[in-house]
């Protein structure tokens, strides 16, 4: 499968910058992961992946703040703001917008719900988009450099061969973490709901 991968981008060299624009919208983490291990290796212009993989980053982060304000007024889109997290989210979003859009940035499953929550209580768009490139371009160049760094010390032919396992290795952990985040996100949610008893419930005198 890795062969043939390998034969279609030779022949479409368009094709991997297409795909790290694509990616983002599927799972962030791997498509940073991704990018920077192929700069490595070679699969592409560092300059033109680091631009697909910033602009696919961006665009599939922007489009969840509009589904936050959507949520509103739009049935589709209620889905997203109707969860526990989004709401918890308010006051990162209201008081301290800049700081929690840079934290989240590098906290798997966290970044979802607080972009949703930014559009759903109004955060100020401009600022959100910047922050939201200024994180993004910040992630991606300390994954590049981590992957360069690694490259230049284990030599040309060993930075072939360990870093498509090291990029594997890196997004399994982080698809666990945020598994088991949602995980211990929905057992918390469940302890906390409220018990409400009906009238049959109530004890006699």
């Known amino acids: 499968m890795l062969d043939s991968l390998l034969s279609f981008f030779e022949a479409y060299p ?4 297409a795909c790290f624009l694509i990616l983002p919208f599927i799972q962030e983490d791997a498509a940073v992961i991704g990018s920077a291990a192929a700069a490595v290796t070679g699969l592409g212009e560092p300059w033109f992946l680091g631009a697909a993989i910033i602009t ?8 969840k703040y509009w589904a936050g304000r959507a949520a509103v007024s739009h049935k589709w889109a209620k889905k997203y703001a109707d969860k526990p997290t989004v709401k918890k ?3 990162g979003v209201v008081n301290h917008l800049a700081s929690s859009l840079m ?18 209580f109004h955060a100020p768009f401009p600022k959100f988009a910047f922050f939201i490139i200024f994180s993004g371009a910040m ?7 981590f992957f360069y760094i690694f490259g230049e010390l284990a030599g040309e032919d060993q930075a072939h061969k360990w870093l498509p396992v090291i990029a594997i290795a ?8 945020q598994v088991v985040r949602r995980k211990l996100a929905r057992e918390k949610a469940m302890d906390v709901q409220p018990f409400n008893k009906s009238e049959g419930d109530e004890p006699a005198e």
Request: proline share 4%; net charge positive; glycine share 8%.
């Open 14 to 17: 368009w094709g991997i910058y």
């Open 56 to 63: 696919g980053l961006t665009f599939s982060d922007l489009w």
């Open 89 to 91: 989210a308010r006051d």
């Open 103 to 120: 934290i989240v940035r590098f906290i798997p499953g966290t970044r979802i719900p607080f972009y949703v929550a930014s559009g759903f």
């Open 139 to 145: 992630y991606i160049s300390i994954t590049f450099v």
């Open 170 to 177: 890196l997004v399994s952990v982080l698809v666990i973490i």
